[in-house]
């Protein structure tokens, strides 16, 4: 596939260091480029720049966003993807591997079309767990060779591939980020329905590679078992991502979340209240991110072969801000920016 120009001029190193990033405020988890599903389905949200980004943080008094794609869908066959929401490999697909297309777009994005905000943007790649390995890895080696590559981000979901692949023949993705002492952002869930993104299938990944920096994202489900053996785990962080939601899900004993005799013990009626929990009972694992624009989620996912759920959330890129904000000076430090660099960089 044919794509408009080379990256003028080249900028594969890693731009932003440790030093660079002390003191900011360090959003670990959003999103930029487009949902074709969400948008044919009238789901929300659909699409995100990362001008759009640049003006949340503006507003919020936030410095840097790790970044990477929305989804996975150009290597699908798109017809069957928009109408039942399976994800199955199209005989001529748009993206010549999983994810070629989106995260060209995305490095493109931040540093040909937009370079003047570069410096806000750490850029993350992300990777199907479950298909052809060899064929991803040889998009990132020629895409390495143009932009920094910052992290992982795998959402075992969305592209409907287990994370354990990563435990077997889709190893090679674990040494491409051994190799280049880059950590994995891990989509994760507790929802017993969902056979993709399980917490403690991440945590056996974790385990088998004590050397892979890990970030299980959305708050391990809450799960209190989880959340304390990730803490004892040097190599396994976790992020408050899409907060409200998912404190709004625990608040009415939405299943999706840890039941109540497995929950962390905190104050569900409020998501302030639920960060403070947290950073005080895991104050060197916690890593707040937004999951901007995905802190709200209107759609109908696929969890399982057959298995649909039906989501209508709705938060905004202040609630997430709010919960930031109602840390105390340490605990904000170290949630969006000590921790955060310690993942990013070890």
Not at 30 to 52: D, M, R, W
Not at 139 to 164: D, F, H
Not at 225 to 253: F, G
Request: contains cysteine; glycine residues 4%; charged residues 25%.
């Amino acid at each position: 596939m044919r794509h408009s120009q080379k990256s003028e001029p080249n900028m594969k190193e890693r731009h932003l260091q440790p030093a660079d990033l002390e003191g900011k405020t360090i959003d670990c988890h959003s999103h930029l480029g487009v949902i074709l599903k969400a948008y044919v389905n009238i789901e929300f949200p659909c699409a995100q720049t990362v001008e759009g980004i640049y003006y949340q943080q503006i507003s919020s008094g936030v410095d840097v966003n790790v970044v990477f794609p929305l989804a996975p869908e150009l290597y699908f066959d798109l017809p069957t993807l928009l109408k039942t929401g399976e994800a199955i490999p199209a005989e001529s697909p748009l993206s010549p591997v999983p994810y070629a297309v989106e995260n060209r777009q995305l490095m493109s994005e931040v540093f040909r079309f937009c370079p003047e905000f570069q410096d806000r943007f750490l850029t993350f790649v992300s990777a199907d767990p479950g298909r052809d390995i060899t064929g991803q890895i040889g998009a990132l080696r020629e895409l390495e060779e143009e932009y920094p590559i910052y992290g992982i981000k795998i959402s075992p979901v969305l592209c409907q591939s287990p994370v354990t692949e990563l435990l077997g023949r889709s190893k090679a993705l674990v040494d491409f980020a051994l190799e280049r002492n880059i950590p994995m952002l891990i989509h994760s869930t507790v929802d017993p329905k969902e056979r993709y993104s399980q917490v403690v299938d991440i945590l056996q990944v974790a385990e088998t590679y004590p050397e892979l920096r890990v970030c299980l994202a959305h708050c391990a489900g809450f799960d209190r078992a989880y959340l304390e053996r990730a803490d004892r785990m040097p190599n396994v962080w976790v992020d408050t991502s899409a907060l409200k939601i998912q404190v709004q899900m625990t608040h009415e004993q939405n299943p999706v979340m840890a039941l109540p005799d497995r929950r962390f013990e905190a104050d569900y009626s409020d998501h302030r209240a639920v960060i403070l929990a947290l950073a005080e009972a895991f104050p060197e694992t916690i890593l707040w991110g937004s999951d901007s624009p995905a802190y709200s989620y209107i759609c109908l996912r696929q969890q399982a072969d057959g298995v649909y759920q039906e989501f209508r959330l709705k938060a905004n890129y202040e609630d997430e801000v709010a919960a930031l904000d109602a840390l105390n000076q340490e605990s904000r430090l170290k949630l969006s920016n000590t921790n955060t660099r310690r993942f990013l960089f070890g």
